[in-house]
């Protein structure tokens, strides 16, 4: 598996907004897939925005227009843009990468989670 390195979690008031930030910890030949997925306490692991290349993304209903999946122009980094965050919004956050490493071989491996706190 390639480890991933995730970024840009915190503490932010109702309607404010964050940028996660997600990248494979060494070089790699390609995503594939990339998604980010939520988990609250309490609550199973939900989709928040998935995208395949190529494909256009696709978002989870409570998220459907505040937030936006993007990658890089390299195509190694992704990011969710999450705005008019609602404290509802607050989870572990988790990224998520499939691809084909520089040595020609697939992986698909999970970040460890980031914390997003949204207060009211």
């Not at 060494?26 to 494909?55: C, F, H, Q």
Request: charged share 20%; with cysteine.
């Amino acid at each position: 598996q390639v480890p991933l390195e995730e970024s840009g979690g915190g503490w932010v008031q109702a309607g404010g907004s964050l940028r996660l930030s997600c990248a494979a910890s060494r070089s790699i030949l390609s995503i594939e897939r990339m998604g980010w997925y939520r988990e609250a306490p309490g609550k199973s692991r939900e989709l928040v925005a998935t995208m395949a290349r190529g494909n256009t993304p696709d978002y989870g209903d409570s998220v459907k227009g505040r937030f936006i999946i993007s990658r890089d122009g390299a195509g190694h980094r992704i990011f969710l843009q999450m705005n008019r965050l609602r404290p509802e919004d607050t989870a572990v956050y988790y990224c998520h990468l499939a691809g084909v490493t520089n040595q020609v071989r697939g992986f698909d491996s999970w970040g460890q989670g980031i914390q997003v706190t949204v207060s009211s």
